[in-house]
């Protein structure tokens, strides 16, 4: 029994497992609804949740850290612009230009008249070219009696290379000629040789014969042989004398081929000889011609050079607008001479020129500042700008240029300023009234003054409309919206809250999510 009841106690003690198991089972899909809850819904970036911040390390260890320069935000008193300085000036153009003549020559017609627009090289007057016209005329007649000579130069050349190519040939036949006869010579000196012996051997046997005759008609005398025996021997002696006689014969006709072949062989070589001399005589011409070709090709060349020139001169005749604008001056009348500048008289009383032209778009306002007041302007300092000609609008701007010289007559420096946006009313010398301004707390009674959140114009992005935020260790890109612009500040309406760290400068180009290091200071 006591076994028994230690048994039932062990079991009541003992711990069970199951019901743990199925209780972590229940807390599966809770724990799936808070993931896609935290998903869908969260306010923050996922990456700064605690439970899923490795997840999003892992971009970090593809993108190395970046060093960057932060500053945290806070919020400024409302700030109002306060006139400084005022000041009288003109709207002027930064870029014009004065249509002037390269020759003094006369206006022959206009295209153009004041107050028009006009095009990137559209053609604005025309200047007399009947001097030039004779020449580019005369110039192209001497090109085409040039190519007409040229032309006759190369027919010539290729008349007498075919000469050449004939006068070859026959000296190539001449040589075979040359070559035949010299083989006939000695073939008739051989056969001569051979005839000659032939000649020897047969009057040898002709000798021989004789003195067999004589002794034969002293043994017929004597009646030693018979008659018969006697004519026999003189036939065939008759015979010998025949073969000695045609032997001759044939060596006479041998010396007398050899000699008429070594004739032909002399005449042959005086032929060949005759036949060089008119091959060099030949090539000279041929030398001859093909250079008075090529030297007509080259004065081709040179006239058409010539001619490229005084086409380019008719053509500098067309005055024509070097950019887009607008004629702003007086237009001269067709007859007038338009002299270049410092040419003539004419440079000095200012009519030398066509026509002047503006751009619009290079309007800004110039104003002399005394050199004592020079202290309260600065570079993109803020300007109100008021036209005497629309006196109930006003624009802004910037200041654009403090040029560095001063007027050592007047003791002022000029000073331009740029518009944010030029009106169309805006026209070249007009009178103006600026107010320069300095940006100052509001102070009113009536109101408390508006916070502001001011970011480093340098902070915004190429888009016009983001920053980077530094968070946790990482950079962030953030939407804003932008208001006013004062100084290198920039307003910021929406996107930013005071208390935000921006990142204003880093070492390398950001990523979103991008892990990055605050620079020390």
Same mark, same amino acid.
């Given at each position: ?139 192209? #007649?001497?090109? &085409? =009696? /040039? ?6 130069? *190369? +027919?010539?050349?290729?008349? $007498? !290379? ?69 004519? #026999?021997?003189? &036939? =065939? /002696? ?6 000695? *006689? +045609?032997?001759?014969?044939? $060596? !006479? ?269």
């Amino acid at each position: 029994m006591s076994t028994n009841f230690n048994a039932e106690k062990l079991a009541i003690l003992s711990i069970d497992r199951k019901k743990d198991r199925k209780k972590s089972n229940r807390l599966v899909p809770f724990l799936f609804l808070l993931a896609v809850f935290v998903f869908f819904f969260a306010p923050r970036p996922l990456s700064s949740i605690p439970f899923l911040s490795p997840f999003f390390s892992l971009n970090s260890l593809q993108n190395p850290e970046v060093e960057v320069e932060s500053l945290r935000l806070y919020s400024s008193t409302q700030l109002s612009s306060s006139e400084i300085l005022t000041a009288s000036g003109y709207v002027m153009a930064q870029r014009k230009v004065s249509i002037n003549s390269e020759w003094t020559r006369k206006l022959v017609q206009i295209f153009v008249k004041q107050g028009q627009e006009v095009e990137e090289n559209q053609i604005l007057g025309l200047l007399d070219s009947e001097g030039l016209d004779l020449d580019i005329q005369r110039k192209k #007649q001497e090109m &085409t =009696q /040039n190519s007409a000579q040229e032309k006759k130069w *190369e +027919a010539q050349a290729l008349q $007498v !290379s075919a000469e050449l190519i004939k006068a070859q040939e026959t000296i190539r036949q001449i040589a075979q000629e040359l070559e035949e006869a010299e083989q006939q010579v000695s073939f008739y000196e051989e056969a001569t040789r051979e005839s000659e012996a032939s000649l020897r051997e047969r009057e040898s046997s002709l000798r021989q014969n004789i003195q067999d005759l004589d002794r034969l008609r002293k043994l017929y005398k004597e009646g030693i042989i018979s008659l018969e025996e006697f004519e #026999q021997k003189q &036939t =065939q /002696n008759n015979t010998s004398k025949a073969t000695v *006689e +045609a032997a001759q014969s044939r $060596v !006479s006709q041998s010396k007398n081929s050899h000699k008429s072949a070594q004739s032909r062989v002399k005449q042959t070589q005086i032929r060949l000889e005759l036949a060089k001399s008119d091959i060099q005589i030949i090539q000279a011409r041929l030398q001859a011609s093909q250079s008075e070709q090529l030297a007509s090709q080259e004065y081709t060349k040179l006239l058409g050079i010539e001619l490229k020139h005084l086409e380019w001169d008719l053509d500098r005749l067309k005055l024509r607008a070097p950019w887009k604008g607008i004629v702003f001056s007086n237009v001269q009348p067709v007859g007038s001479m338009l002299t270049p500048i410092g040419g003539s008289s004419g440079a000095l009383s200012g009519d030398n020129f066509l026509c002047e032209i503006l751009d619009p778009a290079s309007l800004m306002a110039e104003v002399d500042i005394a050199e004592g007041y020079l202290y309260k302007i600065a570079l993109n300092q803020r300007v109100m700008i008021q036209l005497d000609a629309i006196p109930n609008q006003k624009f802004y701007g910037n200041v654009f240029l403090i040029t560095p010289t001063a007027n050592k007559q007047k003791s002022t420096v000029q000073v331009k300023i740029k518009f944010n946006t030029l009106p169309p009313q805006v026209y070249h010398q007009m009178s103006l009234r600026l107010s320069f301004l300095q940006d100052t707390p509001v102070v009113s009674a009536s109101e408390p003054p508006r916070k502001m959140l001011l970011i480093p114009a340098k902070a915004l992005l190429p888009d016009g409309n983001s920053v980077w935020i530094y968070q946790n260790g990482v950079a962030h890109k953030r939407s804003i919206q932008t208001g006013e612009t004062l100084g290198s500040q920039l307003e910021v309406l929406t996107g930013l809250s005071a208390g935000d760290q921006i990142i204003i400068q880093s070492t390398a180009e950001l990523q979103e999510n991008q892990k990055v290091v605050l620079k020390k200071t």
